[in-house]
């Protein structure tokens, strides 16, 4: 697919280590054709203009420039329109209407929800979202999250058939293999917001860690302890690549662990945590009761649950300890939508 529509244009070739004074120049007088791409031509670069070749170069030279005039094609910008923009006319009208207008970015991977009678459409709307999202090199349709791993089922529609990236989460360099671990982008300020919360010094357990985005945000944030345990050796494999890949701004220490909370929790000491990380929203609050035992007196536990409202989400949590006067919910925080009236809340407990 052409991004952008083509024109013929007059410019001026200017030679790359030159070009940005030239820009300079140019756009100060208001003479560079708005909404073209400039483009570059080995060590040149062309320019579109809005006026004369012969004037452009008389103004360049004027200022020990070199510049030549020339006539070439270049291509429209794609500032300002949607992938949706460059579907139109390719695709039936009313399907057009029931595709999102979003995506999730992860690295260079696009992710899209798209209605079924849409996948076969799939190779243009790939086209179109790396016509407006430069940095995507795939695009994948995305089925259900599935099993014990949360894995989401993807539909290559275009672009690199590959699902491991990088995504970065404010500075923090994330490895993420979109195709056999979880990672939702939409979690980055949770991540970041949780590990705000961590003291220097602490003992952290981040259990169901995925990838590690917790584990990361706290350990290149503060000096404190982190056990991130998952079960897939998929996702403990990418936070080791993510240790190497953040290694110059680490100033905690990551433990990655590969196995079950539960065998995890079995070989604990009592009371060896500051804090616990529970972010598993369905089962979550199933393993709280292991759970407890492990926080020190005044530690902190932060639930993650599935509920219709925070109400409900607090009644999970203290239903799954009932009558445990050690637990004290002092704050409930409604963190992602999940369903429609079905949201992801944070439960934060503090123990007495
Ligand atoms: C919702 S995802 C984790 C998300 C991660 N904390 C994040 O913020 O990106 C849940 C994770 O729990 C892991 N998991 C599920 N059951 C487990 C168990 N019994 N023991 C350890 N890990 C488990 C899955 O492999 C998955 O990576």
């Known amino acids: 697919m052409v991004c952008g529509v083509v024109r013929r244009e007059r410019c001026v070739k200017v030679p790359l280590r030159q070009a940005e004074q030239a820009l300079r120049l140019l756009r100060a007088r208001n003479l560079v054709v708005k909404g073209l791409k400039v483009r570059r031509t080995g060590d040149y670069l062309l320019i579109p203009l809005a006026c004369s070749a012969g004037n452009a170069v008389t103004l360049l030279r004027e200022h020990q420039v070199s510049a030549e005039p020339c006539e070439e094609l270049f291509e429209e910008t794609t500032l300002g329109k949607t992938f949706k923009d460059y579907l139109k006319g390719k695709i039936p009208e009313g399907l057009l209407e029931s595709i999102p207008s979003s995506y999730d970015i992860v690295g260079d991977i696009a ?104 584990t990361l945000h706290i350990i290149t944030t503060r000096k404190a302890r982190v056990f991130a345990v998952d079960i897939n050796p998929y996702a403990i494999k990418c936070l080791i690549e993510s240790l190497e890949l953040n290694s110059k701004k680490i100033k905690g220490k ?29 089962v979550a609050v199933n393993f709280i009761g292991e759970v407890l035992g492990k926080v020190k007196p005044a ?29 004290v919910i002092f704050n409930v925080t409604r963190v992602l939508d999940y369903a429609p009236r079905k949201f992801i809340y944070r439960v934060d407990v503090k123990m007495r």
């Open 111 to 214: 992710i899209i929800q798209l209605p079924e009678e849409a996948l076969r459409y799939g190779d243009v709307i790939a086209e179109a979202i790396m016509c407006v999202a430069k940095n995507v090199k795939s695009v994948y349709a995305a089925g259900p999250v599935e099993g014990e791993y949360r894995v989401r089922k993807l539909i290559h529609l275009g672009g690199e058939r590959r699902t491991e990236t990088i995504h970065k989460e404010y500075g923090v360099l994330i490895r993420v293999d979109v195709g056999k671990t979880y990672y939702n982008p939409s979690l980055s300020e949770e991540h970041r917001r949780v590990a705000s919360l961590v003291s220097e010094g602490e003992d952290v357990a981040d259990l169901f860690c995925g990838v590690g985005p917790f």
């Open 254 to 282: 990551a433990v990655p662990v590969m196995g079950d909370v539960r065998d995890f929790l079995a070989v604990v000491a009592p009371a060896s945590f500051d804090r616990v990380i529970m972010n598993l929203p369905h």
């Open 299 to 327: 530690g902190y536990l932060h639930v993650y649950a599935v509920a219709r409202s925070a109400d409900e989400a607090k009644d999970a949590v203290m239903n799954a300890v009932p009558g445990d006067s050690r637990v």
